[in-house]
């Protein structure tokens, strides 16, 4: 019987999940995954909203209570029932041909939930090896795109780009704060945690798989036969598009209260979104910039920004210890200006 191995990607949002539950998913169907590596589908999981799974009902392990469904494309499943999926996941794990096999989930934690350890002894109690992983993005950029992501949602009543007081408007709490998140999982006596870059403009779909692919493996991820590599998974859009959306959504707060004439500006919305998106996906990984028509934050936006996540330089050095050296994180950190 191989030993149990799992390796969670912890997220948070807005730092390539998706792209990487569309390469799993598409990775399984097509059976390219290692033999030893089980990618969590199908009768293994909870059935998805489409064709990408990822993983978020470990995060309702969190919610004994009961959770709201604030827009999940997917029912909220309770505790106990989660518990048994990671069980029957855990024991497929363990019939694996080799000596170890690894199962992978794609979870975007709460930032902000309590009792982060419950999910931990879950973890701990039914696999042999725990790894969480934790993707490290610039806040800037990360919350511009979770910005630019609540224009595009018609149900959110994000209606302007300030993006410094959506960083701060969460219970005083900083938004993608990672001195938190990382003393939050310290504290729960994690014992593989592995911090990840992610990089803005890179030109290949594959880089983000690759990155955690490698953590999973030990190698770069094998190849789907299709174009995956040079299409974006969640494309911003221009700063004149995402403008109309905005004023349409004002329009709508001011219309609600009819309904023949709600339907019709919902209708532009999507017409006008879709469009756009389009044009943008097709365009494949271009760099943005002002000049193109993108949304930039101006340099002293930028710095102020900065300022409110202190010393997340240092205490990133300190987490990486002899890694934050490598070629790699030395350029993370020198690209944003940690």
Not at 91 to 97: G, R, S
Not at 140 to 148: I, R, T
Not at 220 to 228: G, T
Request: glycine fraction near 6%.
């Amino acid at each position: 019987m191989a030993t149990t191995r799992v390796v969670v990607h912890v997220g948070p949002v807005k730092t390539g999940t998706t792209a990487l539950g569309a390469y799993f998913s598409a990775a399984h169907a097509a059976r390219i995954l290692p033999p030893d590596v089980i990618y969590p589908v199908g009768d293994l999981w909870f059935p998805a909203s489409g064709e990408i799974t990822k993983h978020p009902q470990l995060a309702d392990f969190l919610y004994p209570e009961g959770r709201h469904n604030s827009g999940r494309k997917t029912p909220i499943q309770t505790p106990d029932s989660v518990a048994r999926k990671v069980r029957d996941v855990a024991a497929h794990v363990a019939k694996l041909p080799g000596s170890r096999g690894t199962a992978v989930f794609i979870c975007e934690m709460p930032e902000d939930r309590p009792h982060l350890e419950l999910l931990l002894d879950l973890l701990i109690s039914t696999f042999d090896e725990v790894v969480l992983v934790l993707a490290v993005r610039s806040p800037v950029e990360a919350g511009q795109s979770l910005l630019v992501h609540k224009i595009k949602e018609w149900r959110s009543d994000q209606v302007d780009f300030d993006l410094l007081g959506m960083l701060t408007t969460n219970e005083g709490l900083l938004s993608f704060d990672y001195r938190r998140l990382i003393s939050r999982l310290h504290n729960v006596a994690i014992k593989q945690l592995v911090l990840m870059p992610y990089f803005e403009e890179e030109s290949d779909g594959y880089a983000v798989v690759d990155r955690f692919m490698r953590v999973v493996t030990g190698d770069a991820a094998i190849r789907l036969e299709d174009d995956f590599g040079t299409r974006r998974i969640h494309p911003s859009l221009p700063l004149s598009s995402l403008k109309r959306l905005v004023t349409l959504k004002k329009l709508k707060s001011r219309l609600e209260v009819f309904p023949f004439f709600s339907s019709i500006i919902h209708s532009l919305f999507r017409r006008i979104l879709t469009a756009d998106r389009d044009k943008v996906m097709r365009a494949g990984f271009n760099t943005r910039s002002s000049e193109s028509g993108d949304w930039i934050v101006p340099a002293d936006e930028r710095a102020r920004i900065l300022e409110l996540y202190g010393n997340l330089g240092e205490v990133l050095r300190k987490e990486l210890g002899t890694q934050s050296t490598q070629a790699e994180w030395r350029s993370w950190f020198k690209a944003t200006g940690f």
